[in-house]
């Protein structure tokens, strides 16, 4: 039983493997296609590659995923081929192996509906071309015919002479453009540079469309902005530039060499170029502004055009934006024969509106400054220092400068540009001309320096007479004030010892009186004992009276004499001795008596002396007076200091 089952088995699987067999049955995988090779049938037509009408060879149609029927092993041969895959940011370039022969003069096969040459049956019977394809393949999967078509994608891009960049997406970066080049169009015409622009090629990413609409071969006009674009390497080529930057402070004046021909649009009264409007052969009217704009440089030029003041030095040096490099002093001769040179500094102005007029005139600023400023200026300073002498160009340096700047601005109006001064820097006139006015101004400096030096020395001596003299001021301020002061304390001095002259007269008379008055009643008293005694008592007593009345009369005497011929020096001591005295100072003895030979005055004076400092009262005066018998008194030569001693009263 088991061995019928057995049986059974294998012959239905002989019987499905021979339906297989017989019915030709072909698998295709998911991500694969079938290429169907036919083993035998007709002959293919000579150039041709894929069987179109059933002949023998590679067929146009490939099998997609599945199960397909009809393909018997002894008819046909199936390969299985991979489907293309072409990964994001990549392009894949396609290579036909059969089609129409490309035509003389294109190095590319054009474009022809093939569903992206899936379809290779289209693609033979729309015309399609043999070779490399214009057309290419964007990121997806293709499922193409291998026997046909060739596709080089990333991976394998090493095989074909090429790297994985090139089938990159091309990028142009930001503030940059790209310039074209085309490898297919027609010619460019003669005369011209650049292919000029077409429409409907989308940035060059339909190169059909392209040389449909007539492009040309070569450089193009036209540039690429920043951006992704899908472009055919085998096409095209770009090179990024950075955009053309227009400063602040200048505009742009384009000069195109492409374009349609140029129609000026200057106006009659510019006759010396031609200003066309933009996107024309020539200078175009309107300037570039400040800012970044996209222009293709390989077929235009900007030149830049500085609308700010600009200074020009014929000097040693150099001003930033170079136009001055190659200008140097200027070397002039004047009216006598004397060759010296000067510093000049020109100040232009340019408008934006005036700026493409000035190109087109000159061509360049570098030119305006080499062709124009640098003659224009150098000759008129030629010209005007022969007019005068070297001395008179520097005495006269203002007015030449004047002289300059309208001759200069009047030059230079003609050609659109602006004087806004003109300024004459360091002049080096002949050293043997300086020399000789310089000895000559020093000499004159040295005359009016000794002049004022001598002057100087007369106000110094001036000077220090009135400092000396204020010096001394204070002193004699000082001196003036103390012959004041003397001359008044000699006046002083004088009232006073008038005072006490006039007051010991009358103190003398009433000493006297009252002695007077004493010794009389004393006498009277007195002769009633003895007349003997009262008579020597009355004769003692006026002699003692008498003599009071002399000292008296002496020192009044005195003092009238004193300040009659006493001088304010010699005064002026008594009065301090008086001074002293009042206060208890004692300078010399108190009572000195004078050896003056007569005893009696010596006496006297002492007396007198001890009355006037003591005060002694009259009575003891009297008394002291009076002669002391038996006693042996002193005289004025007698004791070792000259002292008066009164010997002890006998009462009566």
Same mark, same amino acid.
């Given at each position: %039983?088991? !061995? ?10 002989? @019987? ?40 023998? @060879? ?39 192996? @059969? ?35 214009? #057309?290419?393949?964007?990121? @997806? ?27 990159? +997406? ?8 790209? +310039? ?7 010619? +460019? ?51 990024? +530039? ?14 195109? !060499? ?24 020539? /200078? ?77 005139? /000159? ?5 305006? /400054? ?25 005495? #006269? ?17 003609? !050609? ?12 080096? *006139? ?38 000396? /003299?204020?010096? %001394? ?106 001074? %002293? ?45 009076? *002669? ?23 009462? #009566?």
């Amino acid at each position: %039983m088991e !061995y019928i089952v057995v049986l059974a088995v294998l012959g239905l699987l002989l @019987g499905i493997g021979a339906v297989v067999l017989l019915s030709g049955l072909q698998v295709i995988g998911e991500n694969e296609s079938g290429l169907v090779i036919k083993k035998f049938g007709k002959s293919l037509p000579p150039g041709r590659l894929i069987a179109l009408d059933g002949e023998a @060879g590679y067929q146009a149609e490939l099998l997609p995923p599945g199960w397909h029927f009809g393909y018997p092993f002894w008819r046909y041969k199936m390969t299985s081929v991979p489907v293309v895959v072409v990964p994001q940011g990549h392009i894949a370039l396609v290579v036909a192996n @059969g089609g129409a022969a490309i035509p003389t003069g294109n190095i590319l096969g054009r474009e022809v509906s093939c569903d992206n040459f899936q379809d290779a049956r289209a693609f033979l019977d729309n015309g399609g071309q043999k070779g490399r394809q214009l #057309a290419f393949l964007t990121a @997806g999967t293709y499922r193409i015919n291998p026997a046909l078509f060739t596709v080089i994608t990333p991976e394998n891009a090493e095989a074909f002479g090429m790297s994985e960049e090139d089938l990159e +997406i091309f990028s142009v970066g930001p503030d940059k453009v790209g +310039i074209v080049t085309t490898l297919d169009g027609r010619p +460019i015409p003669a005369g011209d540079l650049a292919g000029a622009p077409v429409e409907g090629h989308d940035s060059f990413q339909s190169a059909q469309r392209f040389l449909e609409a007539g492009g040309c071969r070569g450089l193009q006009e036209q540039v690429l902005l920043s951006g992704s674009w899908n472009l055919n390497p085998w096409f095209v080529r770009v090179e990024q +530039i950075p955009m053309t930057e227009v400063p602040i402070g200048y505009v742009g004046v384009v000069v195109s !060499y492409v374009g349609r021909e140029h129609l000026d649009v200057s106006g009659d009264e510019f006759t010396h170029g031609d200003l066309v409007e933009r996107g024309r052969k020539g /200078v175009w009217i309107e300037p570039l502004l400040p800012g970044k704009h996209p222009l293709n440089t390989r077929v235009m030029k900007v030149e830049l055009v500085p609308t700010t003041n600009i200074v020009l030095n014929w000097a040693q040096r150099t001003e930033q934006h170079k136009y001055d490099e190659k200008l140097s002093p200027i070397t002039v001769r004047s009216r006598d024969g004397f060759s010296f040179t000067l510093d000049v500094s020109q100040i232009i102005h340019i408008s934006m509106k005036q700026a493409p007029r000035v190109i087109s005139r /000159v061509g360049s600023m570098q030119n305006l /400054v080499d062709h124009v400023l640098q003659p224009t200026v150098a000759n008129y300073f030629r010209n005007s220092a022969q007019q005068v002498t070297v001395l008179e160009f520097l005495s #006269a340096r203002t007015d030449r400068q004047r002289e300059a700047y309208e001759a200069i601005h009047g030059a230079l109006g003609a !050609y659109d540009v602006e004087c806004i001064d003109t300024l004459i820097g360091d002049i080096q *006139p002949p050293g043997e001309l300086m020399k000789t006015q310089t000895d000559r101004k020093i000499a004159e400096e040295l005359q009016r320096t000794y002049e004022v030096q001598r002057e100087a020395q007369v106000r110094r001596r001036e000077l220090e007479r009135a400092t000396a /003299v204020a010096n %001394m001021q204070g002193e004699v301020v000082r001196s003036e004030q103390m012959v004041a002061i003397s001359e008044k304390g000699a006046l002083a001095a004088a009232e006073t010892a008038k005072g006490e002259a006039a007051r010991t007269r009358l103190h003398a008379d009433a000493e006297a009186h009252s002695m007077r008055q004493r010794a009389e009643a004393e006498a009277h008293a007195l002769r009633q004992r003895a007349e003997a005694e009262a008579e020597s008592k009355r004769l003692h007593g006026g002699a003692e009276a008498e003599a009071t009345r002399l000292v008296g009369e002496a020192k009044a005497e005195a003092y009238r004499t004193g300040v009659a011929a006493l001088g304010a020096q010699a005064f002026t001591a008594v009065q301090l001795a008086t001074v %002293m005295a009042q206060h208890g100072v004692k300078l010399v003895p108190e009572i000195a008596l004078g050896q003056d030979g007569g005893g009696g005055q010596g006496l006297l004076g002492a007396l007198m002396a001890r009355v006037l400092q003591n005060g002694i009262p009259p009575q003891g005066l009297q008394r002291a007076a009076k *002669p002391q018998q038996g006693n042996g008194v002193t005289n004025g030569h007698g004791g070792e200091h000259g002292n008066v001693v009164e010997p002890p009263r006998k009462e #009566a």
